[in-house]
């Protein structure tokens, strides 16, 4: 059936079954670690395999609505914002920790979530930071239909990152 994915503010994540006009909402429980991360909710992204991630402010987690649980991927920064890219990668705009890339693929099949701020080993080509974004908030993200990234930052204005190697650009 037809689903509305709602994140809040302080209030956790819930989706809304339209045909059976019913609402489920998930928060975090600290003592269950398939929990949602933490009851702020910032943003939610569907994939191309209609896998559904959510952005909180204590990382990126997968939504498992068969189970009713999440996947935690990411810890140690907050995520604002997740956009699908074209490569099917996920872009995350993180709290003072950049732009990153992240491989969805290598982020369902491993163990654990990934610590966004010291990747070790093989975390390292799950994931990359964007340059010229470290210690940035990133509170918006988006790829345009040429391929260029978009980022909104709190307090540095927009950034440009082109689709052919020129670097980051104000």
């Known amino acids: 059936g037809e689903r509305v994915y709602v994140g809040h503010y302080r209030d956790g994540f819930t989706v809304l079954d339209v ?11 600290p003592s269950d670690g398939r929990s949602l991360p933490s009851d702020e909710v ?3 992204t ?3 395999y209609d896998r559904i991630w959510v952005g909180t402010s204590a990382g990126l987690a997968l939504f ?10 990411t810890r140690s920064a907050g995520v604002f ?3 699908l890219c074209s490569n099917d990668r996920l872009l995350l705009g993180t709290e003072l920790g950049g732009a990153m890339e992240i491989d969805p693929q ?17 975390d390292r080509d799950a994931f ?20 260029n990234l978009w ?20």
């Open 128 to 147: 990359r930071q964007l340059e010229g974004t470290q210690r940035l908030s990133i509170r918006s993200v988006l790829e345009d239909h040429f391929g």
């Open 19 to 29: 045909a059976a006009r019913r609402a489920v909402n998930y928060r975090h429980d």
């Open 46 to 48: 569907i994939d191309r």
């Open 81 to 83: 914002a997740i956009q």
């Open 64 to 73: 498992l609505p068969e189970r009713g649980e999440f996947l935690h991927c």
């Open 106 to 122: 290598q982020l369902v099949q491993r163990q654990g979530p990934i610590d966004v701020t010291r990747p070790e080993g093989a």
């Open 151 to 170: 980022l909104g930052t709190y307090g540095s204005g927009v950034l440009l990152r082109r689709h052919h190697p020129m670097g980051l650009f104000r």
């Open 42 to 44: 910032n943003s939610i």
